[in-house]
């Protein structure tokens, strides 16, 4: 049978990212797959020779709408260290609850475009009507559903008050119980697992060798996640990352399922332990040594770091420190970013790096950006020879591709 | 499969999720990023919603005395009314009408008298 090329995307019926595949195929079997990129790209990272620093913030949160308090996190983060800014723990831990409700949302819509991927209609509605109840909470806490826009160079612009924070944990005992009845469906269905189980396998050691980041990388055996650096309030919340072994379709499904009933678990810990007290730093004229300095963010990058014994221990919950009165809202952060950061977080897809680079003026050097879809187009290619035609979309679909953030 | 058809069968005598929408609006929540409203008569022209601005949607000429805003690049972030010194810009939660022409907000207020002007 001769070899026919096929192009997949950058629009096709069941891909919600804009990513072109170039296919040959053979008999309807998969024999190469050839990516291009560059269909979405906007040039965001050049904007920094722009617009200032804090005006940053609002730009890389439209890097990618699902994740954009994460990408808001990372940056803030990193120009934190560079100006040796202080957050206040109540702002840590309000970025904490804002990023796993982040993540449950972005989970939640991509197992509704997971089931539609293989035609389980019922099942995507389903899903996004649990959905709807975080995007409803991000609103009512955060002023916006999608780009929410609460994080400053310094803290957060907006706080919870306690009924908020009532109100939250009521939702999401409701959300759990909804995703748990669904729980039996996208786990164990026949259909589902027909579709899935052994589709697309990416091996612990390939997984390793080409780099893949987030479920990818966990539903491959690998215990690494970028939450156990302990950035915004992770390293008082003992975290341990969600593990599957088989490296399928199924096992990526299975962690980004688990991790959702965790992201709950974790704004839960977090909503109960959030001490009182200020949510944004005052900085006045920060960083007075002028010598560049290189901090390498969230200390140590190395995959044996991450050894799955290892994790964070519960520390007790600390007494807050509740006659700190709430301070102004809005970070007022003077002087000007002067040295080079690299900083880590995980983004529902995987770990996402900034690197970001001052050389005291308004406008940063360099604000590179380092997406998990980046990373995890190579397994996809590796992944997709020897698979059916058919299955292209499933498997696709399991890396949770972000395009919109792969290009900026 | 008895999972679901018992999901099927609770969600046919549910209420349904979904609102019939320009009969029943759902309505915004307090705090609600919706529209951006300026009080000119505080505005005193220093600018600072100007510079803060990312998307750069505002102009403001402080010898004419006019508020500008772009309606249609505002990205409702909220910066400017975080910084607006005298708290003249604020948010409403209805969010904008649909148009069909590109809009922009311009306000036209009284500029503020150089000190030596306020004295003659
Ligand atoms: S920051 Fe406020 S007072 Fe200053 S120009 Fe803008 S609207 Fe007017
Ligand atoms: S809300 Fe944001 S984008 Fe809109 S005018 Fe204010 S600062 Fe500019």
Redesign the pocket.
Same mark, same amino acid.
């Given at each position: 049978m001769a070899r026919t090329i096929l192009p997949f995307g950058p629009q096709h019926p069941v891909l919600p990212e804009p990513l072109h595949l170039k296919l040959t195929i053979e008999d309807e079997i998969v024999v190469e797959a050839l990516p291009t990129l560059g269909y979405v790209h906007r040039g965001l990272e050049k904007l920094c020779e722009v617009r200032d620093f804090n005006q940053m913030v609002q730009i890389v949160e439209r890097v990618c709408g699902i994740c954009s308090c994460l990408h808001a996190l990372c940056y803030c983060e990193g120009i934190e260290q560079i100006m040796g800014v202080e957050v206040p723990r109540r702002a840590k831990y309000l970025r904490t609850i804002w990023g796993e409700l982040h993540r449950v949302h972005s989970h939640l819509l991509w197992l509704g475009l997971f089931a539609d991927a293989f035609g389980f209609e019922s099942l995507f509605m389903q899903f996004w009507r649990v959905r709807e109840r975080i995007m409803d909470i991000m609103e009512a806490t955060c002023g916006n559903r999608v780009v929410v826009s609460v994080n400053v160079v310094g803290g957060v612009r907006r706080d919870l008050s306690p009924e908020q924070c009532q109100w939250i944990e009521q939702q999401l005992i409701i959300s759990e119980k909804e995703i748990r009845q669904l729980q039996t469906t996208i786990l164990n269905d026949y259909t589902v697992k027909k579709r899935c189980c052994g589709k697309g396998v990416l091996t612990k050691e390939q997984a390793y060798q080409l780099g893949a980041v987030g479920p990818m990388l966990r539903g491959s055996g690998w215990a690494q996640d970028a939450r156990q650096t302990g950035y915004a309030a992770f390293g008082e919340l003992g975290f341990e990352p969600i593990v599957e072994y088989d490296g399928d379709s199924y096992a990526r499904c299975a962690v980004r399922f688990r991790e959702t009933l965790q992201s709950f678990d974790i704004v839960r810990l977090a909503i109960a332990r959030m001490p009182a007290g200020e949510t944004a730093a005052n900085v006045e004229g920060a960083n007075e040594d002028d010598t560049p300095r290189i901090i390498s963010g969230n200390r140590g990058g190395i995959m044996q770091s991450y050894n799955r014994d290892k994790h964070h221990s519960i520390t007790a919950a600390p007494p807050p420190d509740l006659d700190i009165p709430a301070g102004s809202l809005a970070a007022k952060v003077k002087g000007k970013p002067d040295g080079e950061a690299v900083t880590r977080v995980e983004q529902p897809r995987g770990e996402l790096m900034y690197y970001l680079k001052g050389v005291g003026s308004k406008n940063m050097d360099r604000v590179r950006i380092r997406t998990p879809t980046f990373a995890n187009i190579p397994p996809l290619l590796a992944i997709l020879p020897g698979c059916e035609l058919a299955d292209v979309p499933v498997i696709v679909l399991s890396i949770d591709p972000c395009i919109s953030c792969t290009e900026r | 499969m008895f999972n679901m058809t018992k999901n099927v069968v609770a969600n046919l005598f549910a209420k349904s999720s979904t609102r019939l929408y320009p009969f029943a609006v759902r309505g915004h929540f307090e705090g609600f990023r919706g529209t951006l409203h #300026?009080n #000119?008569d505080?505005? #005193?022209?220093?600018?600072?919603?100007?510079i803060?601005c990312p998307s750069q949607c #505002?102009a403001?000429d402080?010898k004419a005395g006019t508020?500008t805003c772009e309606a249609m690049s505002c990205v409702y972030c909220g910066v400017?009314v975080d910084?607006?010194?005298?708290?003249?810009?604020s948010m409403s939660k209805e969010h904008r009408q649909v148009a069909t022409e590109k809009q922009t907000m311009a306000y036209q207020?009284v500029p503020k008298k150089k000190k030596k002007e306020a004295a003659e």
């Amino acid at each position: 049978m001769a070899r026919t090329i096929l192009p997949f995307g950058p629009q096709h019926p069941v891909l919600p990212e804009p990513l072109h595949l170039k296919l040959t195929i053979e008999d309807e079997i998969v024999v190469e797959a050839l990516p291009t990129l560059g269909y979405v790209h906007r040039g965001l990272e050049k904007l920094c020779e722009v617009r200032d620093f804090n005006q940053m913030v609002q730009i890389v949160e439209r890097v990618c709408g699902i994740c954009s308090c994460l990408h808001a996190l990372c940056y803030c983060e990193g120009i934190e260290q560079i100006m040796g800014v202080e957050v206040p723990r109540r702002a840590k831990y309000l970025r904490t609850i804002w990023g796993e409700l982040h993540r449950v949302h972005s989970h939640l819509l991509w197992l509704g475009l997971f089931a539609d991927a293989f035609g389980f209609e019922s099942l995507f509605m389903q899903f996004w009507r649990v959905r709807e109840r975080i995007m409803d909470i991000m609103e009512a806490t955060c002023g916006n559903r999608v780009v929410v826009s609460v994080n400053v160079v310094g803290g957060v612009r907006r706080d919870l008050s306690p009924e908020q924070c009532q109100w939250i944990e009521q939702q999401l005992i409701i959300s759990e119980k909804e995703i748990r009845q669904l729980q039996t469906t996208i786990l164990n269905d026949y259909t589902v697992k027909k579709r899935c189980c052994g589709k697309g396998v990416l091996t612990k050691e390939q997984a390793y060798q080409l780099g893949a980041v987030g479920p990818m990388l966990r539903g491959s055996g690998w215990a690494q996640d970028a939450r156990q650096t302990g950035y915004a309030a992770f390293g008082e919340l003992g975290f341990e990352p969600i593990v599957e072994y088989d490296g399928d379709s199924y096992a990526r499904c299975a962690v980004r399922f688990r991790e959702t009933l965790q992201s709950f678990d974790i704004v839960r810990l977090a909503i109960a332990r959030m001490p009182a007290g200020e949510t944004a730093a005052n900085v006045e004229g920060a960083n007075e040594d002028d010598t560049p300095r290189i901090i390498s963010g969230n200390r140590g990058g190395i995959m044996q770091s991450y050894n799955r014994d290892k994790h964070h221990s519960i520390t007790a919950a600390p007494p807050p420190d509740l006659d700190i009165p709430a301070g102004s809202l809005a970070a007022k952060v003077k002087g000007k970013p002067d040295g080079e950061a690299v900083t880590r977080v995980e983004q529902p897809r995987g770990e996402l790096m900034y690197y970001l680079k001052g050389v005291g003026s308004k406008n940063m050097d360099r604000v590179r950006i380092r997406t998990p879809t980046f990373a995890n187009i190579p397994p996809l290619l590796a992944i997709l020879p020897g698979c059916e035609l058919a299955d292209v979309p499933v498997i696709v679909l399991s890396i949770d591709p972000c395009i919109s953030c792969t290009e900026r | 499969m008895f999972n679901m058809t018992k999901n099927v069968v609770a969600n046919l005598f549910a209420k349904s999720s979904t609102r019939l929408y320009p009969f029943a609006v759902r309505g915004h929540f307090e705090g609600f990023r919706g529209t951006l409203h #300026i009080n #000119i008569d505080e505005c #005193i022209f220093c600018r600072t919603c100007q510079i803060k601005c990312p998307s750069q949607c #505002i102009a403001v000429d402080n010898k004419a005395g006019t508020w500008t805003c772009e309606a249609m690049s505002c990205v409702y972030c909220g910066v400017c009314v975080d910084v607006c010194p005298t708290s003249c810009l604020s948010m409403s939660k209805e969010h904008r009408q649909v148009a069909t022409e590109k809009q922009t907000m311009a306000y036209q207020g009284v500029p503020k008298k150089k000190k030596k002007e306020a004295a003659e």
